[in-house]
């Protein structure tokens, strides 16, 4: 069992940056953050993967920036410039290595409860 606790959301007016953490129980292989607006699906963001390094969804390479501190297993997303279409839940989860790339959301097996970001404009 792995348990994630993320922190840092809130609201922020469009322009603005905001820092998400996530403190993780244990390390584990895959780590990353994922989103989920209001009537959406859940997607993903940018994940860790402990071999390759960061990897982004399209939508975010140059203004969110995910990084990790493994000696004390907290997974950081820095998300500058927000829109208020970044306004969404955001999620932090981890996965072992075992399957498919750390790009699959259907991998994740630990998830924490979400945060809430609001980006107002």
């Known amino acids: 069992q792995v348990q994630l606790v993320e922190s840092g959301g809130g609201s922020v007016q469009a322009g603005g940056s905001l820092r998400l953490s996530c403190t993780a129980s244990r390390d584990t292989y895959c780590m990353g953050w994922f989103r989920q607006a209001p009537g959406k699906k859940r997607e993903k963001v940018a994940v860790?993967?402990?071999?390759?390094?960061?990897a982004y969804a399209d939508s975010w390479k140059g203004r969110f920036a995910i990084s990790k501190d493994n000696g004390k297993n907290i997974l950081y997303l820095q998300m500058n410039s927000l829109e208020p279409d970044d306004t969404a839940m955001y999620y932090c989860?981890?996965?072992?290595?075992?399957?498919?790339?750390?790009?699959?959301?259907?991998?994740?097996?630990?998830w924490g409860q979400g945060i809430q970001v609001t980006v107002t404009s």
């Open positions: 860790i993967d402990s071999v390759a390094g960061a």
């Open positions: 989860a981890a996965s072992g290595r075992g399957g498919t790339s750390c790009l699959n959301i259907n991998k994740y097996a630990y």
